[in-house]
């Protein structure tokens, strides 16, 4: 299982960002994908997860300014972040779980920062 994290980068607070994640190595469209966070000195946290029916679910922080999505065809999911705030500075990681086993992508940076 490989995952393919792009699409960080550094904006101003109030912009946008849309970061994806390739999968392979899966049957992508059985697979829940989640997109987690670490920021410094912070413990990993989930953004956002959806289902293999799309069915989705966000942090608190995150909701109504986060989407993410999935297509399919492409083994790609992807994080739409708009509105975004010092505080949604981190790290993020696309992840998906297999026969109970944790798989990671390397990981992309995010700066919200003027």
């Known amino acids: 299982v490989q995952l393919q994290a792009s699409g960080g980068g550094l904006v101003q607070p109030g912009g946008s960002l849309r970061l994806s994640c390739a999968a392979s190595?899966?049957?992508?469209?059985?697979?829940?994908m989640g997109w987690y966070r670490q920021a410094p000195g912070k413990q990993r946290e989930l953004v956002a997860a959806i289902t293999r029916r799309r069915s989705t679910n966000y942090a608190d922080s995150v909701k109504g300014r986060f989407t993410i999505s999935r297509d399919n065809a492409k083994n790609t999911v992807y994080l739409q972040m708009n509105g975004l705030k010092p505080e949604d500075t981190a790290i993020y990681y696309c992840n998906t779980e297999v026969a109970g086993v944790d798989y990671w992508g390397k990981g992309t940076q995010v700066t919200v920062s003027s």
């Open positions: 190595g899966i049957i992508f469209g059985l697979n829940v």
